[in-house]
């Protein structure tokens, strides 16, 4: 009986060394976690990030570069957040920062789209964004008046090709010109071209031939100010119409753009 109740004496000291163990291994554990999570460094976004651009001046950028692959053009492609404010790419860590105002998205990454924090499809959900976009039929120095409010949309991948091209989707900012027959003559190196509209251009289709306006972006910026943007081109250093073929380097972006104080109900360059 003695054995028996020694034996039954030591398998209870082995469970409760056991479980006492366990206990310790919890609570190390989590104190090793408690510490890793000190010693993790917290993502730090900066209160400015560089000079801020002058309202009422004409800017330029010129080639801004995307990612792009002519092998996959409809594999999704890292965005790219551009600042007009301070007038630079800016890090896709600043998605959910007021610190971006144009989203450049799907195919060739040449849809465009504000920084907005209400919109679940955009970029900047939950973050401060007051953004929106939108694209109205005329050229650039003809625009003046502000739209209102309910005009700007606020998704993602708003503005891109336009319905007189390939692949259209709406008023565009791009005219894609598939088999170079709309724009050109039909050769192998214009083919395959897209055609920024922010001058007026004229196309050929079913043996007519057809004005197609310009076009001009228009951008409540993250903080809520204004900006029309004239879209020029998507090619490097490839800036008028005739420098464009499609074995031209691309996706570089080339634009122009003012922008106005919040309120402003006009655009104005002075």
């Known amino acids: 009986m003695n054995t028996i109740s ?4 030591r398998i209870t000291d082995i469970k409760t060394a056991i ?23 917290e993502e730090e976004v900066p209160e400015e990030t560089g000079s801020k651009v002058p309202y009422y001046t004409l800017q330029r950028v010129e ?23 301070y007038k630079k790419e800016q890090p896709l860590n600043y998605a959910k920062t007021s610190f971006w ?37 005329k050229a650039f120095d003809e625009v003046v008046e502000i739209p209102t409010e309910e005009v700007f949309k606020t998704g993602a991948g708003i503005v891109g090709t336009d319905d007189n091209g390939a692949f259209g989707e709406g008023i565009g900012w791009y005219l894609y010109d598939f088999g170079g027959t709309l724009v050109s003559d039909g050769s192998e190196d214009k083919q395959h071209v897209a055609y920024a509209l922010g001058e007026p251009i004229t196309i050929k289709t079913n043996g007519t031939t057809k004005n ?44 122009e753009y003012v922008i106005v104080p919040a309120g402003s109900t006009e655009f104005e360059i002075r």
Not at 63 to 85: C, G, H, M, Q, R
């Open 6 to 9: 020694n034996q039954i004496k």
């Open 19 to 41: 479980v006492l163990c366990c206990w310790m291994l919890v609570l190390f554990t989590a104190a090793c976690s408690d510490k890793n999570d000190d010693l993790r460094p």
């Open 63 to 85: 080639n801004l570069a995307v990612e792009t692959d002519d092998e996959n053009p409809i594999e999704e492609k890292s965005a790219v957040l551009f600042s007009l404010e």
């Open 101 to 137: 105002d144009i989203s450049f998205t799907g195919l060739y990454n040449s849809f465009l789209a504000g920084n907005n924090a209400a919109d679940n499809n955009n970029f900047g959900f939950q973050g401060p964004g007051k953004g929106g976009i939108t694209i109205v039929e």
């Open 212 to 255: 197609i306006p310009a076009r001009t972006i228009i951008v409540r910026t993250a903080k809520g100010d204004y900006v029309k943007i004239k879209m020029i081109s998507c090619y490097k250093d490839a800036f008028t119409r005739d420098k464009m073929f499609k074995d031209t380097p691309h996706m570089f972006f080339t634009f």
